[in-house]
């Protein structure tokens, strides 16, 4: 039998292939903060300038191909606020 990682309590239960999941809920919720701070900027470029990532990355969020790491969260809000 072959032994993993998870055997000798390397990796937490809570991650997969390296990473944390994330729920359903989270996801969308992260989804939204992103929607809702292009929207006050009017510009995808210009949300990826202020936090600090790839336009593309920002263009996978807003779209809800991809989850928004729990880092950028923080910033989107920041957008958010000081636009409003």
Known sequence: MKLSAYDFGLKPP???SGRRHVSASERR???RVCQQAVQCLLSRDRVAELIGAAPASVRR???GVST???RYI???FR???EAA
Request: glycine content about 0%.
């Open 61 to 63: 969020w807003d779209l």
């Open 74 to 76: 923080a910033r989107l």
């Open 29 to 31: 919720r992260r989804q």
């Open 14 to 16: 809570t991650t997969v």
């Open 68 to 70: 928004v790491p729990s």
């Open 79 to 81: 957008i958010t606020k």
